[in-house]
Nanobody, 114 residues
Framework: QVQLVESGGGLVQTGGSLRLSCAAS????????FGWYRQAPGKQRELVAAITSSGSTNYADSVKGRFTISRDNAKNTVYLQMTSLKPEDTAVYYCNANRGTNYWGQGTRVTVSS
């Protein structure tokens, strides 16, 4: 059974930082590509950052220079370090694993107050 469990969300002030974690089980972690997506109220889910099985990364323009995605294959965990947070970063953040089949976590809420 595949499980992706996100953690690390919460309430933070503008300019603050948070680190999200996604712990994966039931998959061959090192073979999978991972992404962090977010969905704000009334908006579509969007890709924030992605990391391939080889460690290549890409970011949405809105978070470049502020967010960093990383992975620890030994811990089966993907991270999203978020800095200089803005109110528009407020959303539910979801972890995605993809190697032909898509798997999703349950999401973790991030709220940035102005």
């Amino acid at each position: 059974q595949v499980q992706l469990v996100e953690s690390g969300g919460g309430l933070v002030q503008t300019g603050g930082s948070l680190r999200l974690s996604c712990a994966a089980s039931g998959i061959i972690f090192s073979f999978n590509h991972f992404g962090w997506y977010r969905q704000a109220p009334g908006k579509q889910r969007e890709l924030v950052a992605a990391i391939t099985s080889s460690g290549s990364t890409n970011y949405a323009d809105s978070v470049k220079g502020r967010f960093t995605i990383s992975r620890d294959n030994a811990k089966n965990t993907v991270y999203l370090q978020m800095t200089s947070l803005k109110p528009e970063d407020t959303a539910v953040y979801y972890c995605n694993a993809n190697r032909g089949t898509n798997y999703w976590g349950q999401g973790t809420r991030v709220t940035v107050s102005s």
